[in-house]
């Protein structure tokens, strides 16, 4: 897997070129939207590919899960309303 650096790279990668050349002609919103939502697609694919290794590896299932969260509560509490 790939890490993104803080630093700034000197110079464009392989992929960002063929980007660069693949999107160079003028593009209307709802192509660009279309693009984007593939790559959210393509993205959030490689997290569950890489979540579901994880739960292999580790060995969780369903009931564990559940189990694990039963008592997990994820709502914030209501703050007051300011006076």
Do not use: C
């Not at 939207?33 to 997290?47: C, D, G, S, V």
């Amino acid at each position: 897997m790939t890490t993104l650096s803080a630093e700034a790279p000197t110079k464009l990668n392989p992929v960002q070129m063929h980007l660069l050349e693949l999107f160079s002609r003028t593009m209307t919103e709802a192509e660009l939207l279309e693009i984007k939502e593939l790559l959210a697609q393509y993205y959030a694919r490689k997290a569950d590919e890489v979540l579901d290794e994880i739960w292999e590896k580790r060995g969780y299932t369903q009931a564990s899960f559940k189990q694990a969260t039963q008592n997990l509560h994820l709502r914030s509490k209501k703050r007051p309303a300011n006076p």
